[in-house]
Structure formats: structure tokens, C-alpha cells
């Protein structure tokens, strides 16, 4: 249980700051919500006004709740629980309270004695204002969703849902339910009346029973069903019979299984939803419910969530990451968690990784895993002028997130389907150490990398787009895993042909390169010969057979170089002459005949190989264009 007291540290060294820094975490007993309504009464608990709250950053309210999974809440209310059972707890709270809080006390005035909904749609035009939510996107929005929290009075405190008075009034309202509950005084659940029978059978004492395992000192020991949610309405601890444990003997008893403190367990629970809130941007959220988050104990240094995960662009203004601006946490421990869920907003969540660093270690992992993979990437990027996503080459890193979304294009299918959401969670859970950890030389797994190389071979399964950015990917993971030299540049992999590589599988990819630019340079000659430079052209022969290429090289080789000659090379510029070099030249690095001649699978090499070789043509291609500018206009001077 590190990681719940890594969150309960967190919550008493960071209550105060995050407070003062203007998005506080939810002290005990309370939660987060998005209110709709605000409901305006007089201390005599008669309404006055209602204001129905639009704006995103005034809506999010710090709202009591009980422990029972966050189904009741103390003033602030979901319409479709503003029920008997509410009316009762508020009107206990205010008989608790000696009608001594006039906030507290004329909202339960107005509970017991009005009908709310009846209000709102009768004289404050409730089904008009869910019609703006549902056009402000919420479009599965229902009367049933709307809360509201209340405004009593006109002094400085009216604003109930920011009042300390009634935040601690609650708490100690709550903590005396929960002691009459334990003693007895309140009827108790099935599940407690058994634990409280097994633990009368076997004799426990008291002090054990209330030893929190966290703290390691005597406190306020909650039901086992009572601890709070996550995610929505998921549960981190859920187990509905302890009983089944002893009997199974597993445990004599069943404080022996688990034990929290009602604070503790509040505090951690209130501070991961703090950390992973979408308004800190500290997460990492890939796939909801899957939420990454990095943080340090004393929340100090900047979210270090940030650096986690993104893709990495060199040279492209807004996609750097600053490292510098996390120096500081160089000498803490960072804690990395990921949490998921089973099922968004029910069922079980679980923390499905979780590891502690020291800050150094974290900050020069993550700069590795952006050395280590670096590649030219082709991917989808906002503009930062119109603000609309747009394909881009970039020199960097992909994301665990990009590679994990690619993984799964289709044919002009870019997203994830729902089918395969939980294979993508698993994908990024894999990730996670080859981001984390690859200064143990924990690489990409293989699995992975061999999904990419054979669907990097397979460009007829993809359209123009996917393909150039899977082949990209591939190739970044490629390297990464078998080339890289952390005293090499990134540059030194990316620009050009590698010479002095007489890699089998280095040069088949180079020979593949020139025969498919080759091709592709004959089509697009046919096109402008005919007057269609606007017409896409096709797959070349090369493309096409890419996939058979890297299962039988010399054979599809053979077949696409005689292809080739009869159908294209005549369209070259030159007949082709410096294709024919380029060629022998290339096969001329072959260590022998037998090993051109050998037939076997290709490695993912290969594609290196041919990324390099058209990597060059275009180089050369653009240095021949300009000095045919440069020429052309030297010779317009001398006229």
C-alpha cells in the first residue's frame, strides 16, 4: 500500500498550497462537481432567486458526500436524490448542528418544505436551460443530472459550497454517524452485522480492530464498503464480505485483510482525484478510464505529469518539452501511477502501475526514451495558427499514446473502436517501462515492434497517410531497439544512407527504395504526359509487393527489377542509367553472392534501409533542381 500513503502525504503537505493556488483538493468527506444550478434563499428559507451556472470554471464546486459511494450529499444535491432519504440526513444535520447554523439550517427549511423541481420547471424555466446544456455538447444531458448548491442570505459566507463552517460541520457530523453506526446505535448493514459477529466469535480486541495499516495508530475504522470512489464511481477498495476470507482461511479475523483510517482513506482517495483532474493538466489521460499521473509528494516543482508521454518534436515551436522547468525535482522521489478501471463510472478500479524514482532518474529516462526512438514522425498536429489538425513531419519521439492509437489503423481508419479500447490500455501498460525504465535497457516490447514492422510491409492495407506514419513509427522503433548508440546524434540515424552498412537486410530495403522511386517517378511522368498532374497516382509494383518483398526478398526482387524494365525504365530520364548504377552499385556491398541470393525473411532493418535510400534520392533530387536554379540564373547574368 505505498502508493495510498504516497496520496495521504501528499494530501497534508499540499491541502494548504493547492488552496491558496485556487484549485484546492476536497477536504474529508467532500468531492468535486460540475453544478448547474444555484439556488438563491433567504435566511428564512424562502427562494428568491435562481441563477442556472454555464461557465466551466464557476460550475466545478467542492460538495459534501457521505461515504456510501457518493449516492447522498449534505446541502449541494443531484435532482434525482433530492428524495426522503436527503430531506432526513439534512434535517438530522441540522438537529446535530442545534439549528445553531443559519446556512445549514434554512436550506433544510426549504427541503422540507418544497418541492424543487416543481419550482424550476414551473417559474425558472428548467427544460430551456437543458436544451443550452445539451447544445453546449452534453447531448445525453436529462432533468435527472441537474445540481445545485445554495446561496443563503447576503453576508461574505453566503456561498455555502466555499463556507469552512459548514465544510467542518459536516465532517463532524459525518464522523459521529459513522461512531453510532459502529457501536450499534444505527442499524447497521448485513455485511458489518457479520463482520461485527465474527469479530465478537473470535475475540478481538478493540485496539486491534481499529489499528489503521496505513498510519499504523489507532483510528476511525469504516466499514469495508463504505470507502470512497474514483474515476467517476469506481472503487480502488472494494471488497463486500470480508467474511469469505475467514472462512476460505485466509484470514483469522478481518481486520487482518485490510484496515484504513476514515481520514486517511478520504484524503488519499480526494488527492488522486486532485491529480488527475483534467483542470490541473497533470495527468496523463490516454484512454478514460486509463489516467497516468507523475507527481511528488510535496506538489511542488510543476506538474511533472507533463513530460510524460507526449510526442517530442525538435525543432517545431510549441511540441519542445522544457526540461528545465523540472530541475527541481532532480533530488525528490517521483511516484508514477496509472489508474483503471474495469468499467467507466462502476465496478472495480485498480492502480495497474506503479513505481517510485528519484527525480534524476525520471527526468534522464524520459530525455533517453526521446534520444533512443527519435525519428522523422509524420503525424497529425493542431496548427497553432487556425487551431485545425493537419499532417506535419517532425524530427522526435512518438508517444506511448500515438504509437498505441496507431497500432490499430485500418484503411482510412484512424480511431480506436470500442472493441479494442481495453487492448490499448494494455498496449500502454507495456509501454509504460520502456518510457520509465529504458535506462535498464527495457525496450519497446517485441511484440509490438513486430507489429509494426509487418504492418509498415503491408502499404495496401493503409491509405497514403497511415502508411507514411506507420513506416515512420516502425522505423523509430526499429533503432530505438537494436541501434541505438547513446554516443551517437539522433541526426547521425536519419539523414542519409549509411555507407558503410552491409547488412543484408540494410540493402535489400535500399534496393527496394530505388526500384519504387524509380517506378513512381515513370508514373508520375505518365500523368503529366497525359494531363492528369492533379490524379493521386497508383501503388507502385514496389508497394504492392512490399509485404511479399520482406518474406522472400531475392525472389519478389527479381520479379519487381524485371517488371520494371519492360514497363517503366524507358520513362526514366536517361533510360534509367543512374538507377542501373545505383543498383549495382548497392549489390556490389553484398558480402557474396549466396548473400543476395538468400532468400529468408527480412529483419525490420530492412526498412531503415529503404527510409534511408529515399531519404537520399530526395536529398539529391533537391540539390540537382537547385543547382539547375543556380545555373539557369547565372546564365540569365552573363546574358
Not at 443559519?102 to 437543458?130: C, G, Q
Not at 496507431?406 to 487492448?423: P, T
Request: aromatic share 12%.
Amino acid at each position: 500500500m505505498s502508493w495510498f500513503q504516497r496520496l495521504y502525504e501528499t494530501y497534508e503537505n499540499c491541502f494548504k498550497t493547492a488552496k491558496e493556488d485556487g484549485f484546492m483538493i476536497a477536504p474529508v468527506a467532500h468531492t468535486r462537481k460540475d453544478v448547474d444550478i444555484e439556488v438563491s434563499l433567504n435566511e428564512c428559507g424562502e427562494i428568491e432567486d435562481v441563477n442556472y451556472v454555464y461557465d466551466a470554471d464557476d460550475a466545478d464546486t467542492i460538495v459534501q458526500t457521505t461515504y456510501y459511494n457518493n449516492c447522498l450529499w449534505g446541502l449541494s444535491v443531484n435532482i434525482k436524490q433530492y428524495t426522503d432519504k436527503y430531506r432526513q440526513q439534512l434535517k438530522d444535520w441540522s438537529y446535530f448542528e442545534k439549528n445553531n447554523n443559519k446556512y445549514i439550517e434554512a436550506v433544510n427549511k426549504f427541503v422540507s418544505n418544497n418541492d424543487l423541481l416543481k419550482i424550476l420547471l414551473e417559474k425558472y424555466n428548467l427544460k430551456e436551460h437543458i436544451k443550452t446544456i445539451k447544445n453546449n455538447g452534453k447531448k445525453s444531458f436529462k432533468q435527472d443530472d441537474i445540481f445545485v448548491r445554495w446561496i443563503v442570505g447576503s453576508d461574505k459566507d453566503n456561498e455555502t459550497w466555499k463556507n469552512e463552517s459548514i465544510q467542518n460541520s459536516w465532517i463532524n457530523f459525518l464522523i459521529t454517524k459513522i461512531q453510532k453506526e459502529k457501536n450499534g446505535d444505527i442499524k447497521e448493514s448485513k455485511v458489518n452485522k457479520k463482520n461485527n459477529n465474527v469479530n465478537k466469535a473470535l475475540s478481538v480486541s478493540e485496539t486491534a480492530k481499529n489499528v489503521c495499516y496505513i498510519t499504523g495508530s489507532a483510528g476511525c475504522i469504516i466499514d469495508n464498503s463504505k470507502y470512497p470512489s474514483i474515476l467517476g464511481g469506481s472503487k480502488l477498495i472494494a471488497c463486500p464480505d470480508f467474511g469469505n476470507f475467514i472462512w476460505d482461511g485466509r484470514f483469522e479475523r478481518p481486520e487482518e485483510a485490510l484496515n484504513i483510517d476514515f481520514y486517511v482513506s478520504q484524503k488519499a482517495h480526494n488527492t488522486l482525484e486532485w491529480l488527475i483532474s483534467k483542470k490541473r493538466k497533470q495527468a496523463y489521460r490516454t484512454n478514460f478510464p486509463q489516467v497516468i499521473v507523475a507527481f511528488t509528494v510535496d506538489g511542488k516543482g510543476g506538474s511533472v505529469g507533463q513530460v510524460f508521454g507526449q510526442d517530442f518534436a525538435k525543432g517545431m515551436k510549441g511540441l519542445n518539452i522544457d526540461f528545465k522547468q523540472f530541475e527541481e525535482n532532480k533530488n525528490k522521489n517521483i511516484i508514477i501511477l496509472e489508474v483503471d478501471a474495469i468499467v467507466q463510472n462502476k465496478g472495480r478500479a485498480s492502480i495497474t502501475y506503479y513505481k517510485e524514482l528519484q527525480g534524476s532518474k525520471y527526468l534522464n529516462s524520459i530525455k533517453n526514451w526521446h534520444k533512443k526512438y527519435y525519428w522523422q514522425q509524420f503525424l497529425k498536429i493542431k496548427n497553432k495558427d487556425n487551431q485545425k489538425e493537419e499532417y506535419q513531419y517532425f524530427y522526435g519521439t512518438p508517444s506511448i499514446n500515438t504509437i498505441a492509437t496507431v497500432y490499430f489503423y485500418k484503411k482510412d481508419k484512424f480511431s480506436v473502436e470500442k472493441n479494442e479500447q481495453k487492448i490499448k490500455s494494455k498496449l500502454i501498460r507495456d509501454l509504460m517501462p520502456s518510457v520509465l525504465e529504458n535506462l535498464e535497457n527495457k525496450n519497446i516490447p517485441e511484440y509490438i515492434e513486430k507489429h509494426f514492422i509487418e504492418k509498415a510491409s503491408n502499404p495496401v492495407a493503409l491509405n497514403n497517410n497511415q502508411w507514411k506514419t506507420v513506416l515512420r513509427i516502425a522505423c523509430s522503433i526499429y533503432k530505438g531497439n537494436h541501434l541505438y548508440d547513446e554516443n551517437k546524434k539522433e541526426e547521425d540515424y536519419l539523414m542519409s544512407v549509411d555507407e558503410n552498412c552491409k547488412d543484408r537486410n540494410y540493402l535489400y530495403g535500399r534496393l527496394l527504395a530505388v526500384i519504387d522511386d524509380a517506378e513512381k517517378s515513370a508514373l508520375l511522368k505518365q500523368n503529366k504526359e497525359n494531363s492528369n498532374t492533379k490524379e493521386a497516382i497508383r501503388l507502385t509494383n514496389a508497394q504492392r509487393l512490399m509485404r511479399q518483398f520482406s518474406i522472400k526478398p531475392f525472389e519478389t526482387w527479381k520479379f519487381l527489377y524485371e517488371k520494371f524494365n519492360d514497363a517503366y525504365k524507358k520513362r526514366v530520364n536517361g533510360n534509367g542509367y543512374w538507377i542501373d548504377k545505383t543498383i549495382v552499385d548497392i549489390k556490389d556491398k553484398f558480402t557474396s553472392i549466396e548473400e543476395f541470393e538468400n532468400n529468408s525473411k527480412l529483419t525490420g532493418l530492412y526498412l531503415l534501409g529503404y527510409f534511408h535510400q529515399l531519404k537520399t534520392i530526395e536529398e539529391e533530387r533537391k540539390a540537382a533542381i537547385q543547382n539547375k536554379k543556380e545555373k539557369e540564373c547565372s546564365n540569365d547574368i552573363v546574358k
